[in-house]
């Protein structure tokens, strides 16, 4: 189940450093994911003199080798993680990264990104049509574009640096989630979908006897 969990409980389990800012991300290391980039602004933060870290946990799909290689200066702030349970994860991490290069081949919003939404964790992602659709105007993400390090890393930064901007990200994230996408709410326009559908097949076999 989803739900919250005591911060720093969540960084002992995972073996996170108990002090300063943790930057995570969970997921497959595939090309699409653009974790290669996440590495890369990451690694520009820490030689610019920020003191934070970066938890990577890793589904066991897709090549390390890009992702290592870009961080091997900074291996030191690294946390290299296998599959963990989502929830101890986002409670454990302070900002969630996800710089997709696509969201080319998904009907839906992507899971992790409602996810982040449903327990309130600050979250910079990339400006696609899906995840724009969900972040526009409504201040529950800070959008770059993709293949972007730099301006990647200066979104991380923007939110590292302020708890006032995280902290108002995530109540506008728990708001945006029980209003948009609470089950007793989404269900109903499935409910309205498939009653559709069948209405569909039922009307084409009609006409299909009739001839």
């Keep these: 189940k989803l739900q919250w969990l005591d911060a720093l409980g969540a960084r002992e389990?995972?073996?996170?450093?108990?002090?300063?800012?943790?930057?995570?991300?969970?997921?497959?290391?595939?090309?699409?994911?653009?974790?290669?980039?996440?590495?890369?602004?990451?690694?520009?933060?820490?030689?610019?003199?920020?003191?934070?870290?970066?938890?990577?946990?890793?589904s066991g799909q897709g090549d390390p080798t890009p992702v290592r290689r870009r961080l091997a200066a900074v291996n030191d702030h690294v946390t290299w993680l296998g599959k963990v349970h989502v929830g101890a994860f986002l409670s454990a991490i302070d900002v969630l990264a996800l710089p997709y290069r696509s969201t080319a081949g998904q009907g839906a919003f992507p899971s992790l990104v409602l996810e982040a939404l449903h327990l309130g964790r600050p979250l910079v992602t990339t400006s696609l049509p899906l995840l724009e659709e969900i972040a526009m105007g409504h201040n529950v993400a800070l959008l770059c574009p993709p293949d972007q390090p730099d301006v990647l890393a200066e979104q991380l930064a923007e939110l590292l640096a302020s708890e006032d901007l995280r902290q108002g990200m995530s109540q506008q994230q728990i708001r945006m989630a029980r209003q948009r996408f609470a089950p007793e709410r989404v269900a109903p326009h499935y409910e309205d979908l498939y009653a559709s559908l069948l209405d569909g097949e039922d009307s084409s076999a009609e006409r299909t006897q009739a001839a």
């Design 13 to 58: 389990h995972l073996g996170l450093p108990r002090q300063g800012p943790t930057i995570g991300y969970v997921g497959h290391f595939n090309d699409v994911k653009g974790v290669d980039v996440l590495a890369e602004a990451f690694a520009s933060l820490v030689k610019r003199g920020h003191n934070a870290s970066l938890a990577l946990a890793w």
